[in-house]
């Protein structure tokens, strides 16, 4: 069986960390503590190399369903990785687990919580708020092969095998005056 | 003329236990409904225990539909289209039966072919998905084991028992196009073995990767040892057989009672067969429970890792480097031997009064004692993390 399986690719090249993702995710969730969906600055150094947005990577293989004792967390049929915090004690195991920290404990509730892949628009035939909304669509819906889920990198990364896909930003190019010549030079 | 009993009734009612009841009130008679296979499957409370025993123990009359061989009994096929459903078994004879109440029988015949036959048809499509079944019964998608259990038993699976999750493999990446062939052939093999050792074994392909659902023969145990130990002999055979078929090694879950945590021991199988490969390159079988400290160092970075390892063994390899002795495969032969001398010296193919020198060497080099607990534990540990650094790529 090759099962379906949803995610998210992101063209490094075209984010320009705007965090319209998160905004628009924080609105979709008003009930949840903060954003489902991060953004952070890549490169480092003196100037930052681009913007990642991240947030849960629905895996093929969850850390969040073997360290639940609650068994709160369901894989869906299309891959969809969800969390039932009617049944979640708090515990935060799944916190700690996940090397991508997509679950977090609401402080109000008590609960864990995490991206749903905006379930209720997908069964709408919509996708999710954060797709939907990136003014520079760096962030598209996609759905991976087998081939596709297997990652490089650390173990954790590589048995998670996160549902994501990366489209890596180009090097930038510099212009340069030619020496001596000036600018309006005919 | 119109009939004494009410049809309409019959209409008023939904399941076949309530509509067999009220037959059974207005004729005054007993009833049941017996399945294809001869099982009863339901019966009014009043039936009489010979009726019931001669319909168990002449089964085969039931089955051939030799109604002669059922004196007291009148016996009533369910049909649609040819097809057989069961029969509706009335404990009178039939010459008994008044006209106005075979017509009532007819009509409860016609309900209980049409509510049959859609139970059939249910079952039927739910059966064609064995494969989603299976996928839903390993990422948890029912609300309860119980669920899980009912719909198992229309795949013939017990999901009572507790069940072994084992996950097998490939070692390295399948030849482009052959990905089907070898884990088909994989699925095929280890289905053969393991129906001569196990009462229904299930297999099924997951993605790149063959899972197994086995039954615990329920032996108290410590632990996995006993099954390890039979799963190992079938890997042993599956390679003799099948020389050509690459190479793959197996992770084992732990072992839980309910169907519900299946999910889990899958997760834990499939970590154990990716965390074994740091012990075992190939062909290895790791159980999730015996990961011990790699369990832990999964979960940092590999970046802290290697400065731990720098740290520790740092002087070491420094040492390795510059005269070229391989004190570091040493040491990581003696931890991986569990600090046998005889055995680590065989794995080195050394005399062990070589491997005890080395060894007081590599204590001098780092300045420390292998005797203590402390150091000890830590260079374990760093052996350890040095295979994870070794086999993944930056």
């Given at each position: 069986m090759n099962p379906h399986q949803l995610g998210f690719e992101v063209d490094l090249s075209k984010c320009v960390g705007c965090r319209a993702c998160e905004m628009a995710c924080a609105r979709q969730h008003p009930e949840a503590e903060k954003s489902f969906r991060h953004v952070e600055r890549v490169g480092g150094g003196e100037r930052p190399q681009g913007f990642l947005t991240l947030g849960c990577n629905h895996c093929a293989s969850p850390e969040c369903i073997r360290v639940c004792p609650e068994n709160c967390y369901d894989k869906l049929r299309n891959g969809v990785v969800i969390q039932h915090s009617e049944r979640c004690v708090g515990c935060g195991r799944c916190v700690g687990a996940c090397p991508y920290e997509a679950p977090h404990i609401n402080a109000k509730t008590g609960k864990a919580e995490k991206c749903d892949f905006c379930l209720d628009r997908l069964k709408e035939g919509k996708k999710p708020v954060c797709v939907e909304l990136c003014p520079v669509g760096a962030l598209?819906?996609?759905?991976?092969?087998?081939?596709?889920?297997?990652?490089?990198?650390?173990?954790?990364?590589?048995?998670?095998?996160?549902?994501?896909?990366?489209?890596?930003?180009?090097?930038?190019?510099?212009?340069?005056?030619?020496?001596?010549?000036?600018?309006?030079?005919? | 003329m119109t009939s004494?009993?009410?049809?309409?009734?019959?209409?008023?009612?939904?399941?076949?236990?309530?509509?067999?009841?009220?037959?059974?009130?207005?004729?005054?008679?007993?009833?049941?409904?017996?399945?294809?296979?001869?099982?009863?499957?339901?019966k009014t409370d009043a039936l009489s225990q010979s009726a019931l025993s001669l319909l168990r123990n002449r089964r085969q009359a039931l089955l051939q539909k030799k109604e002669k061989s059922f004196p007291g009994l009148t016996l009533r096929g369910l049909y649609m289209k040819s097809q057989s459903l069961g029969w509706l078994v009335l404990e009178v004879d039939s010459a008994d039966l008044t006209l106005?109440?075979?017509n009532f029988l007819d009509e409860l015949v016609h309900h209980l072919n049409f509510l049959l036959w859609h139970e059939q048809e249910i079952r039927r499509e739910q059966r064609s998905h064995r494969e989603q079944f299976l996928y839903d019964l390993l990422y948890h998608n029912f609300e309860t084991s119980k669920e899980m259990i009912k719909?198992?038993?229309?795949?013939?699976?017990?999901?009572?028992?507790?069940?072994?999750?084992?996950?097998?493999?490939?070692?390295?990446?399948?030849?482009?196009?052959?990905?089907?062939?070898?884990?088909?052939?994989?699925?095929?093999?280890?289905?053969?073995f393991l129906a001569s050792r196990f009462a229904q074994p299930i297999t099924m392909q997951l993605r790149d990767q063959l899972v197994i659902l086995l039954t615990?023969?329920?032996?108290?145990?410590?632990?996995?040892?006993?099954?390890?130990?039979?799963?190992?002999?079938?890997?042993?055979?599956?390679?003799?057989?099948?020389?050509?078929?690459?190479?793959?090694?197996?992770?084992?879950?732990?072992?839980?009672?309910?169907?519900?945590d299946f999910c889990r021991s899958l997760q834990e199988a499939r970590q154990a067969v990716s965390l074994g490969r740091f012990r075992q390159p190939e062909n290895a079988i790791t159980c999730y429970e015996e990961l011990g400290v790699l369990k832990l160092l999964s979960h940092i970075r590999t970046e802290e890792l290697d400065d731990f390892v720098q740290e520790t063994?740092?002087?070491?390899?420094?040492?390795?480097?510059?005269?070229?002795?391989?004190?570091?495969?040493?040491?990581?032969?003696?931890?991986?031997?569990?600090?046998?001398?005889?055995?680590?010296?065989?794995?080195?193919?050394?005399?062990v009064n070589t491997l005890r020198n080395r060894l007081k060497k590599i204590q001098e080099i780092l300045g420390v004692e292998l005797g203590r607990a402390g150091d000890r534990v830590r260079f374990y540990v760093a052996c350890q993390a040095i295979r994870i650094i070794k086999r993944t790529k930056y």
């Open positions: 598209k819906l996609i759905t991976l092969n087998a081939e596709q889920i297997d990652f490089p990198g650390d173990p954790l990364v590589r048995y998670t095998r996160p549902s994501m896909r990366f489209i890596e930003a180009r090097e930038p190019v510099c212009f340069w005056r030619k020496e001596g010549k000036k600018i309006h030079d005919k | 004494k009993y009410d049809a309409n009734q019959l209409w008023r009612h939904n399941t076949i236990e309530e509509k067999v009841n009220i037959v059974s009130q207005q004729l005054e008679l007993e009833l049941a409904v017996i399945e294809p296979s001869g099982d009863v499957r339901y106005e109440k075979t719909l198992g038993k229309l795949w013939n699976m017990n999901l009572e028992r507790p069940h072994h999750v084992v996950v097998i493999d490939f070692d390295h990446p399948l030849p482009s196009g052959q990905e089907t062939y070898f884990l088909d052939e994989l699925e095929h093999d280890w289905s053969r615990d023969s329920g032996q108290k145990s410590s632990g996995q040892g006993n099954f390890v130990k039979i799963i190992r002999s079938m890997m042993e055979q599956i390679r003799e057989k099948n020389p050509h078929l690459p190479a793959f090694s197996i992770g084992i879950g732990r072992l839980y009672p309910l169907a519900a063994l740092g002087p070491l390899m420094e040492h390795d480097e510059e005269n070229n002795t391989g004190y570091l495969d040493t040491l990581e032969a003696y931890f991986q031997e569990n600090e046998s001398l005889p055995q680590a010296s065989e794995r080195l193919f050394i005399h």
